[in-house]
């Protein structure tokens, strides 16, 4: 790694290798991202590197570029392949950003939210929908346009709120990327529309006639968290399995002694492996 001083002055970064970032400002919502960019350093193939969308940038793009540096070096033995990691994140040092709850998150009358810890209000939220224009119709097409990229290979892997944000960009709009990888996802924040969306989703996903392979994970310690994360995980997982669509697929898999945090690196590594399935 390059070692370089970092803006603020406060002394020596890196810059992870085959890296880039650059600011990108939404022309829907005009909310500015932090928009971190990984290209693997070998030629693409004929037919464009596959893409992987990740959300939460600023917790784990370091963590899924290392793990895909080093495991596709050697994808004989690994099972992944070199891929163009787009990492979606904010100008702020913190790892989870509050501006997460507003992008990741459709609206939800208040009486219908999880009371905080604390007590305190939750941060603004309800921009799900601005958020995925954005990703779709502005974000995806610059991609495109700056790299060779495989469109028939795109993956979006997000944890927790960005794993609610997955699975509901999964059932709002199903065939937008070939891979969902969702893990530990806040399902409990929008119960009520998931189960809407359910309703209608097999037909409309049947009508895009998109290959889909959805996984969704948690951590086994997470089995007691008063949210039922990992029992609400494992039901979608079993439903959307159960679908019999063609060309689709969804599994649930629950990582031993791992908690909600612990679980990010297991979860970046097993997200490149899964999105290299073809």
């Known amino acids: 790694m390059k070692q370089v001083i970092n803006q603020d002055g406060m002394g020596p970064g890196v810059i992870l290798p085959g890296t880039s970032v650059y600011k990108l400002r939404a022309e829907r919502s005009g909310r500015e991202y932090v928009i971190n960019v990984f290209v693997p350093e070998i030629a693409p193939p004929s037919s464009g590197y596959p893409v992987i969308y990740l959300l939460d940038a600023n917790a784990v793009f370091g963590t899924m570029v290392e793990a895909m540096r080093v495991q596709s070096a050697r994808s004989d033995k690994t099972g992944v392949v070199p891929a163009v990691i787009v990492g979606i994140g904010y100008e702020a040092k913190q790892p989870f950003p509050p501006e997460r709850y507003y992008d990741f998150m459709m609206p939800v009358p208040?009486?219908?939210?999880?009371?905080?810890?604390?007590?305190?209000?939750?941060?603004?939220?309800?921009?799900?929908?601005?958020?995925?224009?954005?990703?779709?119709?502005?974000?995806?097409?610059?991609?495109?346009?700056?790299?060779?990229?495989?469109?028939?290979?795109?993956?979006?892997?997000?944890?927790?709120?960005?794993?609610?944000?997955?699975?509901?960009?999964?059932?709002?709009?199903?065939?937008?990327?070939?891979?969902?990888?969702?893990?530990?996802?806040?399902?409990?924040?929008?119960?009520?529309?998931?189960?809407?969306?359910?309703?209608?989703?097999?037909?409309?996903?049947?009508?895009?006639?998109?290959?889909?392979?959805?996984?969704?994970?948690?951590?086994?310690?997470?089995?007691?968290?008063?949210?039922?994360?990992?029992?609400?995980?494992?039901?979608?997982?079993?439903?959307?399995?159960?679908?019999?669509?063609?060309?689709?697929?969804?599994?649930?898999?629950c990582f031993a002694d791992e908690g909600h945090i612990s679980v990010l690196p297991i979860l970046m590594s097993r997200a490149i492996r899964f999105a290299s399935r073809g």
Not at 184 to 211: D, L, M
Not at 216 to 231: D, F, L, M, N, R
């Open 110 to 253: 208040e009486v219908d939210l999880p009371r905080r810890p604390d007590g305190a209000s939750w941060p603004e939220h309800g921009g799900a929908e601005a958020f995925m224009h954005f990703i779709e119709e502005q974000l995806k097409p610059e991609v495109e346009e700056k790299y060779s990229i495989d469109r028939s290979r795109q993956s979006i892997v997000g944890h927790s709120l960005g794993g609610l944000l997955v699975l509901q960009m999964l059932l709002g709009n199903p065939g937008t990327f070939r891979h969902y990888i969702a893990g530990s996802p806040s399902i409990h924040w929008n119960s009520a529309w998931i189960v809407q969306q359910r309703a209608s989703w097999v037909s409309r996903a049947e009508n895009c006639g998109k290959e889909m392979h959805v996984l969704i994970t948690a951590g086994e310690q997470e089995g007691s968290h008063p949210s039922g994360v990992v029992g609400r995980s494992r039901e979608l997982a079993h439903w959307l399995g159960q679908t019999g669509l063609e060309g689709f697929s969804a599994e649930f898999t």
